[in-house]
């Protein structure tokens, strides 16, 4: 009976190691298109020397996302490669919004009078109550992953509200 117990475990185990395995390649994939793209977003402002047609209003929101969800990096550990990833998801974004902000010639290309989407006021809120509401458990991690998820579902609004306003996309290949 222990010989059998110990097959079924050692089967058990061999199993969720493929399905970890599987859902690695595909988180693997994920993170590096989204890295790609981050990074691909830097080169061009960083090229151009501009900013006009990007919403630093969208990177304040991915900012808050990264965040809040990545809030758990102060206490919990779980790999190498997960704690770099969050590092580098909120230091790039925060870098984008300091770039569009304050880093000289990129900033003055910047259209605070276009980009205005109020997301303060319009989503913040909504999105902190949806979190509350549809949490798993009632920790201050929890509720700001919750929060992570629902902002992130509309931090595009402000891309959008600027597009339609300039009535001109940029594209991201010109210059």
């Known amino acids: 009976a222990a010989s059998a117990l110990a097959a079924a475990l050692r089967f058990r185990h061999r ?14 994939s994920g993170d590096m298109l989204h890295l790609a793209s981050i990074m691909l ?27 809040f969800r990545y809030l758990d990096l102060l206490w919990s550990y779980i790999s190498l490669y997960n704690s770099v990833m969050k590092i580098i998801f909120i230091t790039s974004t925060i870098y984008l919004v300091y770039m569009m902000r304050y880093k000289t010639p990129i900033c003055q290309t910047y259209e605070r009078t276009n980009d205005s989407f109020q997301y303060e006021i319009y989503l ?4 902190a109550l949806l979190g509350l509401i549809f949490t798993e458990e009632y920790s201050v991690s929890d509720v700001l992953w ?8 509309v931090a595009i609004i402000p891309q959008l509200v600027l597009m339609q306003q300039r009535k001109e996309i940029e594209n991201l290949t010109s210059d």
Not at 15 to 28: D, E, G, P, T
Not at 124 to 127: A, K, T
Not at 146 to 153: D, R, T
Request: hydrophobic share 50%; with cysteine; glycine share 4%.
């Open 15 to 28: 199993a969720s190691v493929r399905v970890v395995a599987i859902m690695n390649i595909f988180r693997l």
């Open 41 to 67: 977003l830097i080169f061009k402002l960083q090229k151009s020397k501009s900013c006009v047609g990007v919403s630093c209003r969208m990177q304040e929101m991915y900012a808050m996302v990264f965040c």
């Open 124 to 127: 913040l809120g909504p999105c």
């Open 146 to 153: 919750s929060v992570s998820i629902w902002l992130e579902s």
